[in-house]
């Protein structure tokens, strides 16, 4: 089982719809979750971070957390062609180093 | 431009040469990451750096590969005896230690042939 596990996709949503991407983690003690964008070539931009369980809103985005589940996701509200990439799902299992353990991502399209 | 700066942006090598990658951090970043990633994988954690010091490497990190950060700026990633299942994006990440975001570079793409 991997440590951080995400859909590869393509996951293909219309235009100003809500796009939800899915992430599970195996670790409990997992500290804090991280969604990146990634664009083709790219490198990863980070779009927020989580700690603790519940809803975390930035603008169109919305992380949810549940530990109990083992469980993270983001909503993305009204989405945007250009929101069409590569979303990375990351798990930081230790408070202080920050060395995080990415999913292999889910490929993310926007249909105008 | 204040961001991550990775050289070279592309490597083509051949199998059994050595490579070396550099990586300039963000001004004042103490913690400088080196992540891994193959095509349609997510980035792997290879090592990282707290100034100078390096505390912590993969098990992925093999003898061949080798990293520095000597006076606690920049940082440089050596493969000897490259082979081809090297071949990958080498990213460098660097933060403040206080901060939450770590900021990627563009990544330096390896190709053993």
């Known amino acids: 089982q991997k440590e951080v596990e995400q859909n590869s996709g393509p996951l293909s949503v219309p235009e100003g719809a809500i796009a939800s991407l899915n992430c599970t983690y195996s670790d409990r003690g997992s500290q804090s979750f991280f969604w990146y964008r990634q664009y083709s070539g790219k490198s990863p931009e980070l779009i927020m971070f989580i700690y603790s369980n519940g809803d975390k809103e930035d603008g169109r985005f919305t992380a949810q957390l549940n530990k109990a589940s083992q469980y993270v996701s983001l909503l993305i509200r009204d989405s945007q062609p250009s929101d069409s990439a590569t979303y990375l799902c990351a798990v930081n299992r230790s408070q202080g180093a920050q060395k995080l353990v990415f999913g292999q991502g889910t490929r993310l399209t926007i249909n105008p | 431009d204040t961001g991550v700066s990775q050289d070279p942006r592309h490597k083509i090598t051949k199998r059994g040469q050595n490579v070396t990658f550099r990586c300039d951090p963000i001004?004042?970043?103490?913690?400088l990451y080196w992540y891994r990633q193959t095509l349609g994988q997510g980035p792997e954690f290879l090592t990282y750096f707290q100034n100078e010091a390096q505390l912590e490497k993969s098990r992925l990190l093999s003898d061949r590969f080798s990293a520095e950060r000597p006076k606690g700026s920049f940082s440089t990633l050596e493969i000897q005896r490259t082979e081809q299942g090297d071949s990958a994006m080498y990213l460098c990440?660097?933060?403040?230690?206080?901060?939450?975001?770590?900021?990627f570079g563009q990544g330096t793409r390896l190709t053993v042939v």
């Open positions: 001004s004042e970043h103490n913690r």
């Open positions: 990440a660097s933060r403040f230690i206080g901060n939450t975001e770590a900021f």
